[in-house]
């Protein structure tokens, strides 16, 4: 069975910072709330320059990198991004510009915080067709255009930067992603979403338009992130037959140290096998999922041989679970 394997990844951030004590001058809010609301004490955003497709490529480019490929390598490039620089074209569209990847095709998908784990599952059908397939699988926002920087409930919490990692197929049946599940509930969508620009159509307007920002209903989605991505991960776990205490490490979609923790308990893992760097860049969306993973690989915090876990939830609602065999 040909499976998806990881040939390199790669991160980038924005170098300006912006700690708790920059979002105090800014609204009604404490270092000391948002520490023990949310673990969060930095957060990047995008300056000059920053827009979602260059921090995208500059991922992907590390990614290649590592991998000891070219632009011309590469067959796909699929982006999970809910903040492209454009409602058109697509973000991926502009990477493969800015990279010069001549022989790809490009899209982009949109599953919110999940987008990346979305990104993998798709990126996995093309290589099980074709795994000689070199795809390019990035998961990049600039959530800083579109937070209500007035709003502290979720100002607080978003970040930007973009992830990237380069995929093929490989033959050996024993490494490589063992087993991906996706969820969606479109019903849940009003607990978490971003309105789009005003329609130019008058009768398209939405009634109750009111900002083409971030919303969100704190306390449910909590709720729902929690059991949702415990419900993922028990799912592709026991398709392979795994037992939780087999996994290395698990990289989790970083939204709020709670609701890792939460979810570490309900699991039974100890919390140094659950990756964290929300503490630095606080929630950067489909980016942060692949932001983790390069750095724990540079870390050497994973090895060959390691079952590594991926799991994410975000709006529409989306969710689901990687298992990977490094
Ligand atoms: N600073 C100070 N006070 C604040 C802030 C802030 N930044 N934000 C809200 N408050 C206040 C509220 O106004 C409220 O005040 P009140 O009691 O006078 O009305 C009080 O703090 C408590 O508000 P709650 O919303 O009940 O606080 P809660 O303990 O639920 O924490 C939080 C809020 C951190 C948003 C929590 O609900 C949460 O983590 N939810 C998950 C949301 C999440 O992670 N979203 C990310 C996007 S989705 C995803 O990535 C999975």
């Not at 991998?67 to 067959?75: K, P, R, V």
């Not at 329609?199 to 449910?220: E, T």
Request: proline fraction near 3%; aromatic fraction near 6%.
């Amino acid at each position: 069975m040909n499976r998806l394997i990881v040939l390199g990844t790669g991160s980038t951030l924005p170098t300006k910072v912006l700690s708790n004590a920059g979002l105090e001058q800014m609204v009604d809010t404490s270092d000391e709330w948002i520490t023990t609301r949310t673990g969060i004490k930095f957060r990047r955003i995008a300056s000059v320059g920053e827009h979602t497709s260059k921090l995208a490529s500059s991922a992907a480019r590390n990614a290649l990198e590592m991998a000891h490929l070219g632009s011309a390598d590469i067959n796909m490039i699929i982006v999970g991004t809910i903040t492209p620089d454009m409602g058109m074209p697509s973000c991926a569209c502009l990477v493969q510009k800015e990279l010069s990847a001549v022989n790809a095709f490009a899209l982009d998908l949109n599953a919110a915080c999940s987008g990346f784990v979305y990104c993998l599952d798709v990126a996995e059908k093309y290589i099980k067709v074709d795994p000689s397939m070199k795809i390019l699988v990035i998961g990049a926002e600039t959530l800083s255009s579109r937070v209500n920087w007035e709003d502290r409930n979720t100002c607080v919490l978003f970040g930007d930067g973009a992830g990237a990692c380069v995929v093929s197929g490989s033959a050996d049946d024993h490494r490589g992603l063992l087993a991906s599940k996706l969820f969606s509930d479109g019903s849940l969508y009003k607990l978490l979403y971003m309105d789009s620009a005003p329609s130019m159509n008058k009768d398209l307007l939405s009634k109750d338009h009111d900002g083409s920002y971030i919303k969100m209903a704190g306390r449910d989605v909590f709720k729902y992130a929690v059991r949702s991505m415990e419900m993922a991960i028990l799912n592709v776990l026991e398709r392979e037959q795994v037992p939780i205490d087999d996994i290395a490490l698990i990289i989790p979609h970083q939204a709020n140290i709670r609701i890792l923790k939460s979810l570490a308990e309900r699991l039974g893992v100890a919390s140094e096998k659950v990756y964290i760097n929300l503490d630095k860049y606080g929630n950067t969306s489909a980016a942060s999922i692949p932001i983790a993973l390069d750095e724990a690989n540079r870390e050497g915090r994973i090895k060959p041989g390691d079952l590594v876990l991926l799991c994410a939830f975000g709006g529409g609602f989306t969710w689901g679970a990687s298992l990977f065999r490094w």
